[in-house]
């Protein structure tokens, strides 16, 4: 199957839905379904509801978590900092998604693709696929993963970034980073970031793109998961910027005061997502934009309230 021109992110932790991936799918483009935070059973429920609801050509994206060593006494004193605030914190703990669980649904699920976050996508996937892998990247040195196609995820994409690390030196703008990756590869490239508009598309098109996966484009759309303090703070402006404070791993969200409060978070994913899990609950059933994570590309004031097939005519060079 040739690769759609305008992909849908998969945009876990709320906004991705069945319904938002159909609507993509029905536009004619790709719709992912994000498998990541989901128990096994929620995503095939998922994926079933997906495909229910389309024959277009439908996506799953697994997180590819891998345990490494992290400061200890960094997370234990971030941790403590947050107490004394007077935040609701979980307990900070590894887990890899339910990777292996995953993966089995997604190899048996009615999809044109799997594409990975994170890191690269086991062998015990690309083994066994009856369909392209895609592999999430953002440094050119990733380029070298084993995958079918990459997503090229440039510095202006929201939400967090998909390098195999969490270092702070790997980002690089979207063309930049494809000609970097172009030079290295010569498999189909998705260009992710900042994608907004039908410039911004046919830009990274002309720098060797097959296909261009846009996320926050999607965020006011009505079949969008989008929590309404999420939806609030896209409509209100400001700028975005890069933060550990929330989960301990380098994602883009609209600043705010819990992102300013707490720049020196430790890196430690996903750890303290499952530390500050509590405290976003509570803001958000507060109706607090500002101890939200607010994930956001740079273009995110180009984000429009209409459905989803409207992006995705609105994106088609």
Known sequence: MAIPQIVLAPLAGGPSTPELAAAVANAGG???????????DELARRLERARALTDGALGV????????????DALAAYAERLAREGHELGE?????DELDAKIEIALAADVQAISTTFGPPPSSLLERARVPVWAT????ADADVAADVLVVQGLEAGGHRG??????????PLLELLAAVRARSDRPL?????????VAVRAALDAGAVAVQAGTAFLLCPEAGTHPVHRTALRSGGETAITRAFTGRRARGIENSFMRDHPD?????????????????????????GRVNLWAGVSFAAARAEPAASVVARLRP
């Open 137 to 140: 990247i953002s440094t050119p």
């Open 265 to 289: 978070a430790p890196s430690a994913y996903p750890h303290v997502h499952h530390l500050t899990a509590p405290l976003r609950a509570a803001a958000r059933a507060a109706g607090d934009a």
């Open 61 to 72: 994206n697994l997180f590819v978590l891998r345990e490494q060593p992290v400061d200890e």
């Open 190 to 198: 998705v260009a992710a970031g900042g994608i907004a508009s039908r």
């Open 30 to 40: 790709l719709g992912f379904v994000a498998g990541g935070y989901l128990s096994p």
């Open 92 to 96: 900070p703990r590894f887990d890899d």
């Open 163 to 172: 390098a195999f690390d969490d270092a702070d030196e790997s980002d690089l």
